[in-house]
């Protein structure tokens, strides 16, 4: 066994096993935890991919994107053609309920 310095008491055999199962389990944690890290950030890549899968399809003309940062721009050129729609679309209506009003014939049979 070990080398019993002076003022040191002899350990017995199941003080050292227990130590040794403890040094084991550490062991065995800190091994363990890069695969965990390693599955966490396959999980992660995994989530961002399928958003960016989505954004792609939602998005018209992203299917030849030239990576993330062209895929981003073409969602924000779509974004701002999509509100220049909207407000196109809410003049339009304006205008005509305006002249609707303006314009109505009105039916006035006896």
């Known amino acids: 066994m070990g080398v019993i310095l002076e003022g040191q ?3 017995s055999i199941w003080v050292s096993m227990r130590r040794q199962r ?11 935890r890069p ?3 390693l599955e ?4 992660r890549y995994r989530a961002i991919h399928r958003r960016v899968r989505t954004l792609k399809e939602l998005v018209p003309n ?15 050129d779509y974004i701002l053609a999509l509100e220049m729609k909207v407000r196109v679309m809410q003049t339009m209506v304006q205008v005509l309920t305006e002249t609707d009003c303006v314009l109505k014939p009105s039916y006035n049979f006896l």
């Open 35 to 37: 695969r965990k890290s």
């Open 62 to 76: 992203t299917k030849t994107s030239e990576g993330l940062d062209g895929l981003f721009r073409q969602t924000a």
């Open 9 to 11: 008491r002899k350990e």
């Open 22 to 32: 403890a040094r084991r389990a550490l062991v065995k944690k800190i091994m363990i």
């Open 40 to 43: 966490a950030s396959r999980r």
